[in-house]
Nanobody, 124 residues
Framework: QVHLVESGGGLVQAGDSLRLSCAAS????????MGWFRQVPGKEREFVAS????????IYADSVRGRFTISRDNAAKTVYLVMNSLKPEDTAVYYC?????????????????WGQGTQVTVSS
């Protein structure tokens, strides 16, 4: 079992940066791939980024590649998402998720554990 709590969201202007954090509890964190997803009202939750259990492999959605960076600290049981050059279309609730795999994945079905989400709002 993994319990996830996100933090770091807020209201920023276009071009600004934010760092989201996801604090995890549970013994399986270090052996699980982790991911970030986001969702806006009326739309499906979409993949943003994922990282392998070692941190050595990462994948990104095309819409954020080159602007967002995912990382993890297994000793601190925390996953991060650094978001640079934010755009209004990045506005969403961002969710941290824990996978049943050790390799990164963009498929929601591979994720067993979800946090409650943190709101990110980017004004133009």
């Amino acid at each position: 079992q993994v319990h996830l709590v996100e933090s770091g969201g807020g209201l920023v202007q276009a071009g600004d940066s934010l760092r989201l954090s996801c604090a995890a509890s549970g013994r399986t964190f270090a052996s699980s791939a982790m991911g970030w997803f986001r969702q806006v009202p009326g739309k499906e939750r979409e993949f943003v980024a994922s990282i392998s259990w070692t941190g050595g492999s990462k994948i990104y959605a095309d819409s954020v590649r080159g602007r967002f960076t995912i990382s993890r600290d297994n000793a601190a049981k925390t996953v991060y998402l650094v978001m640079n050059s934010l755009k209004p279309e990045d506005t969403a609730v961002y969710y941290c998720a824990g996978a049943r795999l050790t390799s990164p994945s963009s498929r929601r079905s591979e994720y067993l554990y979800w946090g409650q989400g943190t709101q990110v709002t980017v004004s133009s």
